[in-house]
Protein backbone atom coordinates (compact mmCIF):
# COMPACT_ATOMS: atom_id res chain seq x y z
CA UNK A 1 0.00 0.00 0.00
CA UNK A 2 1.29 3.41 -0.65
CA UNK A 3 2.75 5.79 2.36
CA UNK A 4 0.53 9.08 2.38
CA UNK A 5 2.98 11.78 2.33
CA UNK A 6 0.95 14.07 5.67
CA UNK A 7 1.64 10.57 7.78
CA UNK A 8 3.14 9.38 10.54
CA UNK A 9 6.21 6.95 10.45
CA UNK A 10 8.64 4.81 12.17
CA UNK A 11 12.60 4.98 12.72
CA UNK A 12 13.09 2.32 14.96
CA UNK A 13 10.52 3.54 18.02
CA UNK A 14 10.95 6.92 16.61
CA UNK A 15 7.43 8.59 15.53
CA UNK A 16 8.23 10.94 12.02
CA UNK A 17 5.38 12.67 11.72
CA UNK A 18 5.65 13.10 8.04
CA UNK A 19 7.10 11.57 5.26
CA UNK A 20 9.07 13.97 3.79
CA UNK A 21 12.79 14.40 5.15
CA UNK A 22 14.26 17.98 4.38
CA UNK A 23 17.81 17.36 2.94
CA UNK A 24 21.48 17.54 4.57
CA UNK A 25 23.09 20.10 2.46
CA UNK A 26 26.40 21.93 2.92
CA UNK A 27 26.66 25.35 3.04
CA UNK A 28 22.65 25.13 2.90
CA UNK A 29 21.53 22.93 6.20
CA UNK A 30 22.37 25.49 8.86
CA UNK A 31 19.69 25.46 12.08
CA UNK A 32 17.72 27.68 10.67
CA UNK A 33 17.12 25.95 7.73
CA UNK A 34 16.15 23.05 9.52
CA UNK A 35 14.04 25.08 11.79
CA UNK A 36 12.02 26.67 8.95
CA UNK A 37 11.75 23.00 7.06
CA UNK A 38 10.10 21.65 10.55
CA UNK A 39 7.41 24.58 10.77
CA UNK A 40 6.51 24.20 7.01
CA UNK A 41 5.99 20.33 6.82
CA UNK A 42 9.39 18.38 7.15
CA UNK A 43 8.54 15.34 9.72
CA UNK A 44 12.79 15.10 10.04
CA UNK A 45 15.36 17.53 9.56
CA UNK A 46 19.09 16.66 9.09
CA UNK A 47 22.06 18.72 9.54
CA UNK A 48 24.93 18.85 7.04
CA UNK A 49 27.85 16.67 6.94
CA UNK A 50 29.83 16.90 9.87
CA UNK A 51 33.10 15.83 10.24
CA UNK A 52 34.27 13.40 12.54
CA UNK A 53 37.94 14.43 12.63
CA UNK A 54 36.48 18.42 13.66
CA UNK A 55 34.74 17.13 15.99
CA UNK A 56 37.54 14.47 17.42
CA UNK A 57 39.53 17.65 18.12
CA UNK A 58 36.74 19.78 19.15
CA UNK A 59 37.21 22.44 15.89
CA UNK A 60 35.22 24.91 17.51
CA UNK A 61 33.40 25.78 13.81
CA UNK A 62 32.71 21.70 13.75
CA UNK A 63 31.50 22.17 17.21
CA UNK A 64 29.07 24.48 16.46
CA UNK A 65 26.91 22.24 13.99
CA UNK A 66 25.81 20.26 17.15
CA UNK A 67 24.03 22.82 18.18
CA UNK A 68 20.46 21.56 18.55
CA UNK A 69 17.05 23.29 19.49
CA UNK A 70 14.08 21.83 20.93
CA UNK A 71 12.14 23.07 17.62
CA UNK A 72 14.32 20.93 15.37
CA UNK A 73 12.87 17.68 16.40
CA UNK A 74 13.03 14.94 15.43
CA UNK A 75 16.69 15.53 14.22
CA UNK A 76 19.57 13.60 12.54
CA UNK A 77 22.63 15.05 12.51
CA UNK A 78 24.66 13.49 9.73
CA UNK A 79 28.96 13.01 10.32
CA UNK A 80 31.30 11.87 7.99
CA UNK A 81 34.99 10.06 8.59
CA UNK A 82 36.77 6.90 8.03
CA UNK A 83 37.66 5.90 11.14
CA UNK A 84 35.48 3.50 13.32
CA UNK A 85 36.65 4.36 16.28
CA UNK A 86 36.48 8.12 15.56
CA UNK A 87 33.48 8.03 13.75
CA UNK A 88 31.85 5.83 16.88
CA UNK A 89 33.15 8.76 19.37
CA UNK A 90 31.64 11.22 16.83
CA UNK A 91 28.41 9.34 17.34
CA UNK A 92 28.86 10.06 20.97
CA UNK A 93 28.64 13.24 20.72
CA UNK A 94 25.73 13.96 18.59
CA UNK A 95 23.73 11.61 20.88
CA UNK A 96 24.49 14.14 23.91
CA UNK A 97 24.01 17.02 21.36
CA UNK A 98 20.35 15.46 21.43
CA UNK A 99 20.20 14.49 17.87
CA UNK A 100 17.33 11.73 17.95
CA UNK A 101 18.82 10.23 14.64
CA UNK A 102 22.98 9.50 13.80
CA UNK A 103 23.59 9.68 10.03
CA UNK A 104 26.49 8.49 8.30
CA UNK A 105 27.77 9.89 4.59
CA UNK A 106 28.47 7.24 2.34
CA UNK A 107 27.62 9.26 -0.49
CA UNK A 108 29.53 12.79 -0.76
CA UNK A 109 30.79 12.71 -4.40
CA UNK A 110 33.92 15.77 -3.29
CA UNK A 111 37.18 14.66 -3.70
CA UNK A 112 38.31 16.88 -0.50
CA UNK A 113 36.41 14.37 1.06
CA UNK A 114 36.66 10.83 -0.92
CA UNK A 115 40.46 11.40 -0.83
CA UNK A 116 40.44 10.67 3.10
CA UNK A 117 38.31 7.45 2.54
CA UNK A 118 35.22 9.34 3.52
CA UNK A 119 31.77 9.68 1.69
CA UNK A 120 31.31 8.16 -1.29
CA UNK A 121 34.62 6.33 -1.45
CA UNK A 122 33.52 3.73 0.82
CA UNK A 123 30.76 2.36 -1.24
CA UNK A 124 33.67 0.73 -3.04
CA UNK A 125 34.81 -0.50 0.59
CA UNK A 126 31.95 -1.89 1.63
CA UNK A 127 34.05 -4.11 4.60
CA UNK A 128 35.01 -0.68 5.86
CA UNK A 129 31.57 0.81 5.46
CA UNK A 130 29.87 -2.23 7.61
CA UNK A 131 32.91 -1.92 10.23
CA UNK A 132 31.98 1.86 10.84
CA UNK A 133 28.22 1.26 10.58
CA UNK A 134 28.80 -1.52 13.56
CA UNK A 135 30.76 0.55 15.73
CA UNK A 136 28.40 3.49 15.44
CA UNK A 137 25.09 1.63 16.43
CA UNK A 138 27.05 0.05 18.74
CA UNK A 139 28.12 3.39 20.55
CA UNK A 140 25.05 4.87 20.79
CA UNK A 141 21.33 3.80 21.63
CA UNK A 142 19.59 6.67 18.84
CA UNK A 143 19.09 4.87 15.81
CA UNK A 144 21.74 4.69 13.38
CA UNK A 145 20.83 5.77 9.33
CA UNK A 146 22.94 5.56 6.56
CA UNK A 147 22.71 7.81 3.07
CA UNK A 148 24.42 6.27 0.11
CA UNK A 149 24.54 7.35 -3.45
CA UNK A 150 24.31 4.18 -5.92
CA UNK A 151 28.01 3.43 -6.15
CA UNK A 152 30.97 5.45 -7.34
CA UNK A 153 30.73 4.70 -11.16
CA UNK A 154 28.03 5.21 -13.66
CA UNK A 155 25.89 2.33 -13.60
CA UNK A 156 26.99 1.06 -10.19
CA UNK A 157 24.51 -1.25 -8.53
CA UNK A 158 26.96 -1.18 -4.99
CA UNK A 159 24.54 0.20 -3.41
CA UNK A 160 21.87 -2.84 -3.51
CA UNK A 161 24.76 -5.09 -1.58
CA UNK A 162 25.62 -2.79 0.71
CA UNK A 163 22.54 -1.67 1.72
CA UNK A 164 21.47 -5.01 3.29
CA UNK A 165 24.96 -5.42 4.82
CA UNK A 166 24.59 -2.26 6.49
CA UNK A 167 21.04 -2.75 7.91
CA UNK A 168 23.00 -6.44 9.27
CA UNK A 169 25.61 -3.96 10.73
CA UNK A 170 23.05 -1.82 12.77
CA UNK A 171 21.38 0.36 10.39
CA UNK A 172 18.19 1.15 11.61
CA UNK A 173 17.08 3.16 8.20
CA UNK A 174 18.76 3.93 4.62
CA UNK A 175 18.37 7.13 2.45
CA UNK A 176 19.10 6.45 -1.30
CA UNK A 177 20.22 9.24 -3.25
CA UNK A 178 20.31 6.98 -6.79
CA UNK A 179 22.91 8.70 -9.07
CA UNK A 180 26.69 7.97 -8.85
CA UNK A 181 29.01 9.61 -6.99
CA UNK A 182 30.67 10.42 -11.08
CA UNK A 183 27.83 11.91 -11.93
CA UNK A 184 27.23 14.53 -9.46
CA UNK A 185 24.21 15.89 -9.80
CA UNK A 186 24.10 15.86 -13.62
CA UNK A 187 21.50 13.09 -15.39
CA UNK A 188 18.81 11.85 -13.08
CA UNK A 189 18.08 9.85 -10.17
CA UNK A 190 16.96 6.19 -10.96
CA UNK A 191 15.11 5.50 -8.40
CA UNK A 192 14.14 2.05 -10.13
CA UNK A 193 17.66 1.48 -7.79
CA UNK A 194 15.20 2.73 -4.66
CA UNK A 195 12.53 0.13 -5.54
CA UNK A 196 15.11 -3.05 -5.62
CA UNK A 197 17.01 -1.54 -2.74
CA UNK A 198 13.52 -1.44 -0.44
CA UNK A 199 12.49 -4.82 -1.73
CA UNK A 200 15.93 -6.39 -0.37
CA UNK A 201 15.87 -5.17 3.28
CA UNK A 202 13.10 -4.41 6.40
CA UNK A 203 14.06 -1.30 7.40
CA UNK A 204 12.30 2.19 6.38
CA UNK A 205 13.94 3.56 2.89
CA UNK A 206 14.45 7.22 2.38
CA UNK A 207 14.31 8.01 -1.39
CA UNK A 208 16.40 11.31 -2.41
CA UNK A 209 16.90 12.49 -5.51
CA UNK A 210 14.88 14.96 -7.84
CA UNK A 211 11.72 15.36 -6.10
CA UNK A 212 10.16 18.96 -6.29
CA UNK A 213 6.39 18.18 -6.23
CA UNK A 214 3.92 16.37 -3.96
CA UNK A 215 3.00 14.82 -7.72
CA UNK A 216 6.58 14.01 -8.15
CA UNK A 217 6.78 12.32 -4.22
CA UNK A 218 3.71 10.17 -4.75
CA UNK A 219 4.77 8.86 -7.70
CA UNK A 220 8.11 8.57 -6.24
CA UNK A 221 6.50 6.71 -3.26
CA UNK A 222 4.00 4.40 -5.34
CA UNK A 223 7.12 3.66 -7.44
CA UNK A 224 9.59 2.41 -5.55
CA UNK A 225 7.61 1.62 -2.02
CA UNK A 226 9.91 3.47 0.11
CA UNK A 227 8.60 5.12 3.12
CA UNK A 228 9.26 8.34 2.78
CA UNK A 229 10.82 11.17 0.13
CA UNK A 230 13.63 13.47 0.69
CA UNK A 231 13.64 16.85 -0.42
CA UNK A 232 16.43 19.00 -1.15
CA UNK A 233 17.51 21.45 -4.16
CA UNK A 234 13.85 22.19 -4.04
CA UNK A 235 13.39 23.69 -0.72
CA UNK A 236 16.38 25.85 -1.17
CA UNK A 237 14.84 29.42 -0.03
CA UNK A 238 11.48 27.61 -0.99
CA UNK A 239 9.66 25.63 2.07
CA UNK A 240 6.67 26.89 0.72
CA UNK A 241 7.24 23.42 -1.36
CA UNK A 242 7.47 21.52 1.66
CA UNK A 243 3.97 22.69 2.70
CA UNK A 244 2.73 21.42 -1.29
CA UNK A 245 4.61 18.45 -1.04
CA UNK A 246 3.85 17.42 2.26
CA UNK A 247 -0.39 18.65 2.66
CA UNK A 248 -0.85 19.56 -0.95
CA UNK A 249 -1.12 23.26 -0.09
CA UNK A 250 -0.58 24.72 -3.80
CA UNK A 251 -1.07 28.59 -2.59
CA UNK A 252 1.53 31.03 -3.69
CA UNK A 253 3.62 32.72 -0.71
CA UNK A 254 2.63 36.70 -0.84
CA UNK A 255 5.78 39.10 -1.36
CA UNK A 256 5.10 40.52 2.28
CA UNK A 257 5.43 36.65 3.40
CA UNK A 258 8.33 35.55 1.60
CA UNK A 259 10.17 39.31 2.63
CA UNK A 260 8.97 37.99 6.60
CA UNK A 261 9.99 34.40 5.69
CA UNK A 262 14.04 35.40 4.79
CA UNK A 263 14.40 38.27 7.04
CA UNK A 264 13.48 35.90 10.12
CA UNK A 265 15.93 33.18 8.28
CA UNK A 266 18.66 35.78 7.92
CA UNK A 267 18.70 37.07 11.57
CA UNK A 268 18.66 33.74 12.63
CA UNK A 269 21.51 32.22 10.57
CA UNK A 270 23.71 35.81 11.56
CA UNK A 271 23.06 34.59 15.40
CA UNK A 272 24.26 31.48 14.46
CA UNK A 273 26.82 31.84 12.07
CA UNK A 274 27.94 36.27 13.08
CA UNK A 275 27.30 38.66 10.72
CA UNK A 276 30.17 38.54 9.07
CA UNK A 277 30.30 34.52 8.53
CA UNK A 278 26.00 35.12 8.03
CA UNK A 279 25.92 38.08 4.99
CA UNK A 280 28.42 35.40 2.70
CA UNK A 281 26.76 32.56 3.67
CA UNK A 282 23.46 34.56 3.09
CA UNK A 283 23.81 35.48 -0.74
CA UNK A 284 22.86 32.17 -2.33
CA UNK A 285 19.54 32.76 -0.49
CA UNK A 286 18.53 35.83 -1.65
CA UNK A 287 17.90 34.84 -5.32
CA UNK A 288 16.50 31.20 -4.25
CA UNK A 289 13.96 32.99 -2.01
CA UNK A 290 13.32 36.04 -3.94
CA UNK A 291 13.02 34.09 -7.79
CA UNK A 292 10.00 32.25 -8.89
CA UNK A 293 8.66 35.63 -10.54
CA UNK A 294 8.20 36.43 -6.44
CA UNK A 295 10.37 40.12 -6.64
CA UNK A 296 11.97 41.70 -9.88
CA UNK A 297 15.40 40.13 -10.94
CA UNK A 298 17.40 43.54 -10.14
CA UNK A 299 16.07 43.95 -6.38
CA UNK A 300 18.09 40.52 -5.87
CA UNK A 301 21.23 41.97 -7.37
CA UNK A 302 20.85 45.09 -5.04
CA UNK A 303 20.62 42.71 -1.76
CA UNK A 304 23.66 40.95 -3.34
CA UNK A 305 25.31 44.10 -3.07
CA UNK A 306 24.29 45.30 -0.05
CA UNK A 307 27.23 45.58 2.91
CA UNK A 308 25.51 44.22 6.15
CA UNK A 309 22.65 41.84 6.59
CA UNK A 310 20.63 44.76 8.49
CA UNK A 311 20.64 46.64 5.24
CA UNK A 312 19.20 44.12 3.55
CA UNK A 313 16.57 43.21 5.77
CA UNK A 314 15.61 47.22 5.78
CA UNK A 315 15.34 47.01 1.96
CA UNK A 316 13.00 44.02 2.29
CA UNK A 317 10.50 46.05 5.02
CA UNK A 318 10.75 48.72 2.07
CA UNK A 319 9.69 46.17 -0.51
CA UNK A 320 6.78 44.78 1.45
CA UNK A 321 6.18 46.68 4.43
CA UNK A 322 3.42 44.72 5.20
CA UNK A 323 5.79 41.66 6.75
CA UNK A 324 6.79 43.81 9.77
CA UNK A 325 3.52 42.00 10.80
CA UNK A 326 4.25 38.36 9.89
CA UNK A 327 7.43 38.67 11.11
CA UNK A 328 6.61 39.88 14.73
CA UNK A 329 4.56 36.49 14.37
CA UNK A 330 7.62 34.54 13.48
CA UNK A 331 9.82 35.93 15.67
CA UNK A 332 7.50 35.36 18.78
CA UNK A 333 7.39 31.85 17.93
CA UNK A 334 11.07 30.92 18.72
CA UNK A 335 12.51 29.42 21.82
CA UNK A 336 15.56 30.60 23.21
CA UNK A 337 16.81 27.00 23.99
CA UNK A 338 19.08 25.71 21.10
CA UNK A 339 22.11 25.74 23.51
CA UNK A 340 22.28 22.42 24.79
CA UNK A 341 26.26 20.84 24.58
CA UNK A 342 26.84 21.31 28.39
CA UNK A 343 29.76 24.35 28.70
CA UNK A 344 29.78 25.54 25.26
CA UNK A 345 28.04 28.91 25.19
CA UNK A 346 27.16 30.45 22.47
CA UNK A 347 29.64 33.16 21.84
CA UNK A 348 31.96 30.40 21.30
CA UNK A 349 30.32 29.78 17.68
CA UNK A 350 28.96 33.15 16.88
CA UNK A 351 31.51 35.58 14.40
CA UNK A 352 33.25 32.59 13.67
C1 LIG B 1 24.44 22.15 -1.97
C2 LIG B 1 24.27 20.71 -1.62
C3 LIG B 1 24.92 20.19 -0.51
C4 LIG B 1 24.76 18.84 -0.17
N1 LIG B 1 25.36 18.37 0.96
C5 LIG B 1 25.11 17.10 1.38
C6 LIG B 1 25.59 16.64 2.63
O1 LIG B 1 26.24 17.36 3.41
N2 LIG B 1 25.32 15.34 2.97
C7 LIG B 1 24.59 14.51 2.14
O2 LIG B 1 24.36 13.34 2.50
N3 LIG B 1 24.09 14.94 0.99
C8 LIG B 1 24.31 16.22 0.59
N4 LIG B 1 23.75 16.66 -0.58
C9 LIG B 1 22.87 15.76 -1.36
C10 LIG B 1 21.40 15.96 -0.94
O3 LIG B 1 21.19 15.59 0.40
C11 LIG B 1 20.45 15.15 -1.86
O4 LIG B 1 20.69 13.78 -1.69
C12 LIG B 1 20.62 15.53 -3.33
O5 LIG B 1 20.68 16.94 -3.49
C13 LIG B 1 19.47 14.99 -4.19
O6 LIG B 1 18.25 15.49 -3.77
P1 LIG B 1 17.48 16.75 -4.49
O7 LIG B 1 17.33 16.38 -5.95
O8 LIG B 1 16.19 16.83 -3.75
O9 LIG B 1 18.36 17.94 -4.32
C14 LIG B 1 23.94 17.99 -0.96
C15 LIG B 1 23.30 18.53 -2.08
C16 LIG B 1 23.44 19.86 -2.41
C17 LIG B 1 22.69 20.40 -3.61
Redesign the pocket.
Known sequence: MQAVLQESWWIRDGEIPTRVVL???????VQAFRRQGRRHGAGLV????VSCAGIEHRNERTLGYLRVSSDEHPLAI?I?GSEPLAMAEAARMVEAAGADVV?I?F??PVRKVTKTGAGAHLLEHPDLACTIAEAVANAVSIPLSV?M?RGVEDGSRACLELGPRLVDSGAATL?L?P?SAKQM?TGY?DHTLTAELVELVDVPIVA?????SRARAEAVLAATGASAV???????GNPWALREIVYGETEQPSREEVAAELIHFIRETVRELGERRGSSFLKKFYGWYLGHGRFPKPFKNELVQLDSTEEVVLRLLAAAPGAADLLAELEADVPGDEVLLEGMPISLYGGG
Open positions: APMAGVSCSEMQFDNGCKRTHRYASGDVTMVGRGAQ
